[in-house]
């Protein structure tokens, strides 16, 4: 059993080691994983009155499981919800929020940046149902006066939204939204509960991808819908009962475990995205750079009122189109191409020909989406790395250099040169750093003094003040000997 909470407010770090902990009577300390489809009972009458909820009794896991229970608690003591229901994935979530809520007739306001699958939803799905959509640029508050005029049942939106970084005034749109007559679901993926709370500022429903932050390291998919407990019970719960977005006991775990160090790898994230946000602004390859914290965004005074940090990832445009984009894309040695976001490891997409591909090319040209735009999402290596591995892939994408060719599969490997094989044991290591010739071997204490102890710098920088610590420049690392 675990101890009864403290009759005092838990700050986010522990309730994310903590909330919704519930022991079993062999008292262990980690979450258990109830691995189990079905529950039994000690007779057919407790049977009969779990059914009739005279009794609370887990029934079956499509729609209750323990380890899931602990995630949905967790979830909702961070956000400040009165309740929770973990999905399979995120865009199970984003439809049984909206399927379970509107009904034919149904008019739905969104912010017309969405991520792709959320907009097929809404301009592909919904129709077919009798809903119809109306869209607004998500950043222009007349627009959603407008279209306000006429009754409303259910907003939409992501903020920051995915991948141009748009911002939405919750504040603003929450009130007029209500008056409408609607609720205001926020996909608040980009974000985190860690950043922004949208309840706080006048959401009814919040949504999440816990592929992402929540687990953090890229193993699972999840997702979350988190509201009033009338509207979880009364709207949401049925639904989810009876089509069966149930996430798996097993997914549910690995994520309460990720949940234990987001407050550690969000901030960190963060941190470094800010430093390269800068550091990209002040290349000349790149035309311009979105991201919520740089004083350079449209809607900064909004990003610094609503959020607590400019977040992990960064959009920016490549000059060239796509052919030079694409050259820096492939140059990257460090940074993963990947459609994925809100990993440990960075990840870089091209919206244009995936995560946005489908959305119709006028509708990506009005988000400004276009063929030199990418997103990074900003991992957990030492952003010294992150910063040298795209200053290099910049001036590859410039052809100021030869762009090396990019590996396939095991990818850290040594790149191998014409005078000699790299060594096996390095390659496993580490990288990039290229093989010495054969014929020129340094002597040991010769290598000590000309390679920067990187270790123990790096070191350094990763207890230093963040508040008071510049961004580091990319260098020229010099190559071992
Ligand atoms: C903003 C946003 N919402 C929803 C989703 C869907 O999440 P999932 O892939 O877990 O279904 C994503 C996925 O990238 C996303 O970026």
Redesign the pocket.
């Known amino acids: 059993m675990a101890k009864p909470a403290p009759n005092r407010p838990l700050r986010p770090a522990t309730l994310l080691v903590r909330g919704g902990l519930m022991r079993s009577n062999v008292d262990e300390t980690s979450e258990t994983l109830y691995l189990t489809s079905g529950y039994v009972y000690d007779s057919a009458q407790q049977a009969e009155q779990t059914f009739t909820g005279e009794v609370q009794h887990f029934q079956y896991s499509r729609f209750g499981n323990p380890t899931v229970q602990m995630l949905e608690e967790r979830l909702a003591q961070l956000e400040g919800a009165e309740a929770c229901r973990a999905t399979a994935?995120?865009?199970?979530a984003?439809s049984s929020a909206l399927l379970s809520h509107l009904k034919a007739g149904d008019r739905v306001v969104a912010a017309r940046a969405l991520?792709g699958?959320?907009h097929w939803i809404i301009s592909t799905l919904l129709p077919r149902y009798g809903i119809q959509t109306e869209f607004v640029d998500g950043g222009d508050l007349e627009q959603w006066k407008t279209a306000f005029k006429r009754p409303c049942q259910l907003v939409l939106l992501?903020t920051p939204s995915?991948p141009m970084m748009e911002l939405v005034d919750l504040t603003a749109v929450c009130e007029m939204a209500h008056e409408a007559g609607a609720i205001v679901v926020v996909?608040n993926?980009?974000a985190t509960p860690l950043l922004q709370r949208p309840m706080k500022f006048g959401a009814d429903v919040v949504v999440y991808?816990?592929?992402?932050h929540f687990d953090g390291q890229g193993r699972v998919?999840?997702?979350a819908v988190l509201g009033s407990k009338k509207w979880v019970e009364e709207v949401l719960q049925p639904f989810i009962r009876n089509t069966g977005p149930a996430i798996s006991a097993f997914n549910a775990w690995v994520i309460l475990k990720g949940l234990e160090t987001m407050h550690l790898r969000v901030p960190a994230m963060c941190r470094s995205a800010a430093a390269i946000a800068q550091m990209l602004e002040e290349r000349e390859e790149v035309e311009c750079v979105h991201y919520p914290f740089l004083a350079s965004h449209k809607q900064y005074a909004l990003a610094k009122r609503q959020m607590a940090a400019g977040g992990t990832i960064i959009t920016f445009d490549i000059k060239g189109g796509k052919a030079a984009t694409f050259r820096f894309l492939d140059a990257l040695r460090v940074i993963d191409i990947s459609?994925?976001?809100g990993d440990a490891k960075s990840l870089i997409t091209h919206p244009a020909t995936t995560?946005h591909s489908k959305v119709p090319a006028e509708d990506r040209a009005r988000l400004g989406i276009t063929e030199g735009s990418v997103r990074l999402s900003v991992g957990l290596e030492d952003v010294a790395d992150l910063i040298e591995d795209i200053a290099t892939a910049l001036d590859a994408a410039a052809g100021n250099t030869a762009a090396p060719r990019r590996k396939s599969a095991g990818r850290m490997v040594v790149e191998e040169t014409a005078e000699a094989p790299a060594a096996p044991a390095k390659a496993a290591r580490g990288g990039k750093r290229k093989a010495a010739p054969a014929d020129a071997p340094a002597p040991a204490h010769a290598a000590k003094a000309a390679e920067p102890d990187l270790f123990a710098e790096a070191m350094q920088g990763l207890f230093s003040d963040p508040e008071t610590t510049p961004a580091p420049k990319p260098t020229k690392r010099r190559q071992k000997a």
């Open positions: 994935t995120g865009m199970a984003v991520f699958s959320c992501e995915n996909d993926v980009f991808s816990a592929t992402k998919l999840g997702g459609n994925n976001l995560t």
